[in-house]
């Protein structure tokens, strides 16, 4: 499904954090959202899972308005993977996985075959059904994050919002979450810290600043050094070969002349 | 990743049999404890003649009812005494365990219960307003009206403290309990200490929970709120799971948590508001139940709540019997024997292995 951002503008507590966003993202294609902290990624993303009303714009999956959907038709089209999940009261892979089924079934009753099914299918996708028994709460940061993948692949939702999805990750993981990720065909949104794999997965790049769309096009026309050092304030080059290029980054050269730090004042500097 | 099964995994299936096992036991001792109260107290009655007596009564043209077999006096300790006070145990412990599993989950705060919306507080100033002033002069209401209306008020000035920008926010809602709970104790503090020394007994009486002065008629409102209690937290089971992860997780399982929240709110207090207001602030059950059922067969809400429900039940009906009995003729009122009898047992429960899976390690 089309996903459509028309001049997105949210503010938190009164502040603006993103500013006339618009950005289109095809069906089936994967678009990654980079930029630095702060810049407004994930807020803007936010407004994707309704965690947040944007002030003024649209948000538009298949040319239907996300926040004018009940919440649980909002949750059957997008899915979200979420950096972490806070369970004061644990729960176990298997029922965090299967909550993903909330938004399709009803509040209460048993859980279907067909439920189980999927989640047996999204664990062992992710590689987490030898976790299943096990309490969320005992994981790793990474076997966390995968959980939340397989989460998110149960709810089987057309488009799938990833909020820095590699966090956590070991190297082999990182890679094989995005191969997962491309390989499912849906919609995908991700808002990545890591350049290199923008540049590897990503059908577009949309780069954020101050809240900003600065730039919005295929990857290696975006994430060129001009752009990279406007956005994040480092020197990068590119490497490798033309099919499997790599960036490498350098901080900015011009910032040796930093300021000297001031002096503490005391009473002592007080000269009659 | 793990090689290909025709079966789903089904990690969840030995602890609904679990589940189903110990509901089954606890149904089992509900029945049991019921007939056992009835046949405990000053009027010999026979456990047999309990529950001839009760199911004479709710089933007409009984034999045993009109043959003599039992007395007037017997009838009268078991029909109009006895099995009130055993149901009302057994209300008050299921509402309050209910209500401290949602208030639980509604500020996903282990340390949540009951009364930390300042419910029992806001109960007591009625009912201490009552005691020390009289009826007559708030209004003509009876003790358990005034109860419930402070318990409603209370939770409502909760509700309207920590609402913010359209939505609840937990850490609102505890904060401000915290703080009207101890606005609310002051006044009945003031109340206590201020009024005739013969009013006192009676305000540590109500204080402390009891449930000496059940009558039939008294169980009428929280056998409604349970049964909706009940009702409508079953309907919400998944959505309580969702709502355990997070507000921004449930969102995006398509749950809305700021009105869910209001929504558990309200049945909260209402579970709360009418216990309290007929047994008085009855402590613990709300806060342990719900813990125990959570170690005995995890977090999820379908399988947790029907325990804490039963075993709220349970509990609260085995401790009216000691309450009754350890030291009879004399009655030790029901808070302190909660809080004897459970907090050592949920003392050694907490310490067991089964508890870490419950969260209770970290």
Redesign the interface.
Known sequence: MRVDLEDVTVAISGKDIVHAASLTVESGSVVGLIGPNGSGKSTLLRTLYRAVRPRKGTVLVDGIDVHALSAREAARTVAVMLQDPQTDFDLTVHELVLLGRAPHRASFGRDSADDLRIVDDAMRRVGVTSLADRMVATLSGGQRQRVMLARALAQQAPVLVLDEPSNHLDIRHQLELMTIVRGLGCTVIAALHDLNLALQYCDRVVVLVDGRILADGPPDAVLTGDVIRTAFAVEARLLGEREDPVLAFRALSDRRTLTAPSRTRTERDIRP | ??S?SLT?????RRLERRTAAICTVLAIALVALTVLSCAVGVVAVTPVQAAQTIIGHLLPGMPWMSDGSLTPLQDQAVWHFRLPRALLAGFAGAGLALAGALM??TV???LAEPYILGVSSGASVGAVAVIVWGSAAVGGLSLNIAAFIGAVLACACVAVMAQKDGALSPTRMILAGVALGTLFSAITSYLTISTDAQNVVGVLFFLLGSVSAATMSSLIGPAIALACGVIVA??????L??L??????A??????PTRLRALLLILASLLTGTVVSVAGGIGFVGLVIPHIA?IAV???H?RMLPLTVLGGAVFLMLADLLARTVAAPTEIPLGILTAFVGAPFFLWLMRRNGAD???FG?
């Not at chain 2, 789903?8 to 969840?12: E, K, M, N, S, Y």
């Not at chain 2, 969102?251 to 809305?256: A, D, F, M």
Request: glycine letters at 12%; a positive charge; charged letters at 25%.
């Open positions: 990743m793990s290909t789903a995994v089904r990690p969840g639980q989950v996903r705060n282990p079953s309907f919400l089971a998944r959505s799971n969702a355990m992860t997070g507000d921004e997780s969102t995006s399982l398509g749950v809305n959570r995890g977090a999820d379908r899976r419950a969260g970290r």
